[in-house]
């Protein structure tokens, strides 16, 4: 299995010199070739050494695995397929089971024996349709929200410039504002982050997350004390000098501080948003559904593609099935490698387990969502997979980000964040949610100019994740083909190359380094992205209810006044109708006057988390829904260091303790003896 892997902040920047074929979304020194900070370098893994081999099997049918398979139960409480033992016997190895990646595909282990051996000799058995080592890889990084204007005393001063209306200084930045004046978003729009995990106790996240999961099947990766369970809490990834320069797992994946890289990216997808508080989220009123796929060093294949399939409502063996299904997946994160099955003969069956899953998801409608990479090459895997819409990176000028990937297999542009001075504070790094621990977790923060700025397309990808969750919340039957349709169709147009320029039009050779390049449809997509009017076209001329609100937040004893004024529908028709409830937290908030104008007012009776729906009908007799989720009372206390979310429980099942009110309880050239790693988005994580 590949590693995915994590974009690393300037904080968590590699302190080695190491390879730049890596996706690392996280931040970079200030000063870079061409005043551009870039992510951390990735090392090479290709050449370490595996002494027990890891593959993933994939049965010709589910029939035929349940054939082999006996059951055990999970800590995870499920039951995990018990398949190597009489696949041993079958081909004459000492096997044992690994995690589950969906009903009819687990992972296999051989101890002493190389992945090229292992794969042979399973590759022969006429119940086998195909194997693949299991590689690591790594992550690539208007309203009351004090950063999202900036200013004087805000680092960076620039605030959220990315969201901004774009103007001949920010021509980048993707017209947020346009898009919330059609819709705020739903709360049953759920945004898969598979990432890290996140901090559960940012007061930015607070009422947006679900309780999502954590797919790490290897509890040293996972860090956390145990293997898969239902706390997707991000426990730190740092990695020490001594077990970068020793370690038999770490051993030169470069030693950096955490990187806190799924909070990042859960920030710029979902934040609370018009809470008189940090940053605001592209997605508004969407929720955030955290699935950790991504440890120490990145996460293997066979746990992403266990986590897209559990995140987009498909079983996987072993694991108590998705309650809440999402219709984004976001995946900052990747490598580099081919997904067209059979270009790469070393190994033939890692395109197809992507796909396969991907062909699943789209089938149910859920849009996937990926980071280009970081290492200014090709596309990396699997934002390169058919099917997926990759994004690559644009500085504020509307020019490639130095660091990001392309090629044809590029979708869209978004802002990807850089510095522009080679000395001094980063002037247009993307600012979101993260934790100061340089190992465990500290206290809750955000990523500034200076020591902690966010550059890398893993900050790329969920602005456009963000933009499909409010398209969908505008028009829920839209298909991922028309989602991409509109997203492209409505792109802005790259600025032109202008006169006398030093720096040439992007090339479609991907096999040379491009830092310094100007966009063009070929290379980094059709366009740059246009959240206002990608909504906006996705609307069409269907009715839609808009959730306004003056504040997310209801002071203890306070009121606050909702509007559905905002609501739309379609030329020649009006709205006749408003109906206002509360579907969750009946107990904690009520309505003071009419549950039936276009305004409402909701009074805090308690302190929690409740949720309002909006109805609205038009003249035609058509509904329209929207919610969102709003904090009621006195938020919770700030909390520095380890909370509840970060217990581990001691009785050796059910994997680690709950947070409160949660469920309970490549490197570039793959080798067949390789610990390839997929790392996010920034240079290990985009």
């Known amino acids: 299995m590949t590693r995915q892997t994590l974009p690393l902040s300037p904080l968590h920047r590699l302190r080695a010199v190491l390879t730049a074929l890596v996706f690392v979304c996280g931040v970079g020194p200030i000063a870079a070739a061409g005043n551009e900070a870039n992510p951390p370098a990735r090392p090479d893994l290709t050449g370490a050494p595996a002494s027990n081999a890891r593959v993933i099997v994939k ?81 690539h990084a208007a309203v009351s929200d004090p950063l999202f204007t900036g200013g004087p005393g805000v680092s960076p001063v620039a605030g959220q410039w990315y969201l901004q209306v774009p103007n001949a200084t920010l021509v980048s930045s993707v017209n947020a504002e346009s898009a919330w004046a059609i819709t705020t978003g739903r709360s049953d729009i759920v945004v898969a982050v598979l990432d890290s995990g996140v901090r559960f106790n940012h007061p930015d996240l607070d009422g947006k997350l679900l309780p999502g ?79 950790r796929v991504l440890g120490k060093c990145g996460g293997y294949d066979a746990d992403i593609v266990a986590g897209m399939r559990w995140a987009g409502g498909l079983h996987v063996d072993g694991v108590p099935d998705n309650p809440t299904p999402a219709r984004v997946i976001n995946m900052s994160l990747g490598e580099a490698g081919s997904c067209t099955v059979g270009a790469d003969p070393t190994q033939p069956g890692v395109a197809k387990l992507y796909l396969d ?43 490639k980000s130095g660091f990001s990937s392309l090629g044809s297999e590029v979708a869209i542009a978004a802002p990807a964040g850089n510095c522009v001075n080679a000395t001094g504070e980063c002037l247009y790094p993307i600012l979101s949610a993260t934790n100061t621990g340089r190992t465990g977790p500290e206290c809750s923060s955000y990523t500034t ?79 740059m992205l246009d959240a206002g009017a990608a909504v906006r076209a996705a609307t069409g001329n269907s009715l839609v209810a808009r959730l306004g609100d003056s504040s997310t937040q209801v002071a203890p004893n306070g009121s606050v006044t909702l509007d559905g004024r905002g609501s739309s529908t379609g030329a020649g028709r009006t709205i006749t109708g408003y109906q206002w409830r509360i579907s969750d937290g009946t107990a904690l908030a009520g309505f003071s006057g009419s549950t039936t104008g276009s305004t409402a007012v909701l009074n805090a009776l308690g302190s929690g988390l409740a ?48 947070h409160a009110g949660w469920l309970a309880g490549l490197a570039a050239v793959v080798g067949l003896l390789a610990w390839s790693r997929r790392r996010a988005g920034s240079a290990a994580v985009h």
């Open 611 to 658: 949720t309002v729906e909006l109805t609205v009908t038009d003249s035609s007799g058509a509904t329209s829904r929207s919610a969102g989720v709003l904090r009621i009372g006195t938020p919770p206390a700030a909390v520095c260091g380890p909370d509840a979310s970060d217990a581990v429980a001691s009785d050796g099942g059910g994997g680690g303790a709950m």
């Open 213 to 291: 999961y954590d797919f790490i099947s290897e509890a040293v990766t996972a860090n956390d004390g145990d293997g898969r369970d239902a706390n997707p809490t991000d426990p730190g990834d740092w990695i020490t000098a001594d077990e970068n320069a020793n370690s038999k797992t770490f051993g030169g994946c470069g030693a950096q501080d955490s990187s806190w890289h799924g909070t990042q990216v859960a920030g710029l997808v979902g934040a609370a948003t018009n809470n008189a508080t940090g940053m605001a989220g592209m997605g508004r009123h969407v929720r955030v559904l955290p699935v």
């Open 357 to 399: 899953a991907i062909n699943e998801l789209r089938q149910k409608g859920v849009v996937i969502v990926a980071s280009a990479g970081n290492d200014n090459r090709a596309v990396n895997m699997p934002a390169n997979c058919a099917g997926v819409i990759a994004v690559s990176g644009l500085r504020h000028a509307g020019d």
């Open 59 to 139: 049965f010709k049918s589910a029939r035929q695995a349940s054939a082999l398979s006996a059951t055990a139960a999970s800590t995870a409480g499920g039951a995990v397929p018990q398949r190597a033992r009489a696949l041993g016997l079958r081909v004459g190895l000492q096997l044992t089971d690994g995690a589950a990646v969906s009903s009819d595909t687990q992972v296999i282990h051989a101890p002493g024996m190389s992945n090229a051996r292992l794969m042979q000799a399973l590759a022969a058995d006429p119940q086998v349709d195909y194997v693949v080592e299991d590689h690591r890889r790594r992550a």
């Open 449 to 527: 100019g200076s020591g902690t700025q966010g550059l890398g397309t893993s900050f790329s990808a969920p602005l456009v994740s963000g933009t499909v969750a409010l398209m969908l919340s505008a028009q829920p039957t839209l298909t991922p083909t028309q989602v991409q349709s509109l997203l492209q169709s409505t792109a802005r147009t790259f600025p032109a190359r202008p006169a006398g320029a030093t720096a040439p039009a992007c090339s479609a050779d991907t096999t040379v380094s491009q830092i310094e390049c100007h966009c063009t449809t070929a290379t980094c997509g059709a366009g």
